[in-house]
């Protein structure tokens, strides 16, 4: 009598292999991405980069190693000019706006000063303070607490604030270091770019090259259709609030305009960090035109924003506006602030491991071994 089942036998077997095997992956994944991250970027700059080196070297009669290194100082020279132009263009408003922020703080304290000697407010202070008496409180005992809470809280924000600055300054030189990096091997991996294509079909069967080159066609699309859509819908909610500050003749509006853009990456909040306390300052202070048409603003980018996401998404990326919108939800559930673009990258990577067959070939191996994939393909 059979107490084992030899072909059961093999089917466990063979799960319990490919599931050491997806661990493994996952722990590669997890713990040798940090020690060659620069290497990983430096692949996809290059694979970036080779259409305009081979173009150059088509065209220019350039040797390859010529064409790598001046499309790559032409890269360095564009990037640096314009990170340039846009930082001292941003620096000059911010300086002018942190001077009217300021003059704004100490019309704003002169407001709180007067408010706080007002008549009527203490007189509301004496009837408060006279109740709390009654009822064995001291007022001043607590609204020393409630001055302590909120000298504490600034005091913390403020050295959140210059942690946060003196953490930037530090990594600066690790972010050279890094950028050096992967600029050389950039030019490395794209100047022997063919050799090592040849290299690696020359390792991985043909079966295999097919799936990758499927797969491999599904993340590209997915990445940079994914950044291509941010980028999207960045400029779109920049342009609108410089459009709008324009029309409402806000000093400064291009530099509040691309600020307010780029806090459109945040998650939850996005434009309403700034515009949200923007508008309700506007009402407090009296410019009701200004607060009602940041209002307006704010509403439209808010409705926009909403309606043109999951569609940038679904047309950039190549995923279907519900499934785009899934997969924001659940990548921010799962991730916070990455998932936003983790989600929608890992959806198309499951796609394209599904479309690959990548599934079907492993249950199929699971359940019957490699000469049944051999004899589908």
């Not at 084992?4 to 050491?20: D, K, M």
């Not at 100082?73 to 001292?88: G, S």
């Not at 994914?226 to 410089?242: C, D, G």
């Not at 780029?262 to 309700?280: K, N, S």
Request: glycine letters at 6%.
């Amino acid at each position: 009598m059979r107490v084992f089942n030899p072909y059961l036998l093999h089917q466990i077997f063979r799960g319990a292999l490919v599931a050491a095997l997806l661990y493994f992956g996952w722990w590669a994944a997890r713990y040798v991405t940090p020690l060659v991250y620069p290497f990983i970027l430096g692949w996809l700059l290059a694979y970036l980069l080779n259409p305009v080196i081979n173009l150059l070297q088509r065209r220019a009669k350039f040797p390859r190693w010529l064409s790598v290194t001046t499309v790559i100082l032409i890269l360095i020279a564009l990037t640096v000019t314009a990170v340039t132009l846009l930082v001292t263009k941003v620096i000059v408003e911010l300086g002018a706006l942190a001077v009217n922020l300021q003059n704004n703080i100490n019309t704003w304290g002169d407001k709180a000063a007067n408010f706080w000697n007002s008549s009527w407010f203490q007189g509301v202070i004496g009837q408060l303070n006279n109740f709390m008496k009654s009822n064995n409180l001291d007022l001043s005992t607590n609204l020393s607490s409630v001055t302590g809470t909120v000298a504490d809280f600034s005091s913390n924000a403020v050295k959140a604030i210059v942690n946060s600055l003196i953490s930037i300054v530090q990594s600066l030189p690790n972010i050279a270091t890094v950028a050096i990096i992967v600029l050389l091997a950039t030019f490395f991996i794209s100047k022997d770019w063919y050799l090592i294509v040849m290299r690696y079909t020359a390792i991985i069967p043909e079966t295999a090259r097919k799936a990758v080159r499927l797969i491999s066609g599904d993340l590209h699309k997915a990445l940079f259709g994914f950044l291509k859509a941010q980028l999207i819908l960045v400029s779109l909610t920049a342009l609108a609030v410089i459009i709008g500050l324009l029309i409402l003749r806000v000093d400064y509006a291009i530099t509040i305009g691309l600020l307010i853009g780029l806090c459109d990456l945040m998650p939850y909040l996005g434009t309403g960090a700034v515009m949200v306390p923007w508008i309700i300052y506007a009402f407090f202070s009296g410019n009701v035109y200004l607060g009602i048409g940041l209002s307006v603003l704010y509403g439209l980018i808010v409705i926009v924003r909403q309606i043109m996401e999951p569609k940038v998404l679904a047309s950039s990326v190549g995923l279907d506006p519900l499934a785009a919108l899934i997969a924001l939800f659940v990548g921010l559930k799962l991730f916070g602030f990455i998932g936003l673009i983790l989600g929608p990258v890992l959806m198309v990577v499951m796609t394209a491991i599904y479309r690959a067959h990548v599934f079907h070939d492993i249950v199929t191996y699971i359940k019957k071994g490699s000469e049944a994939n051999a004899e589908v393909r």
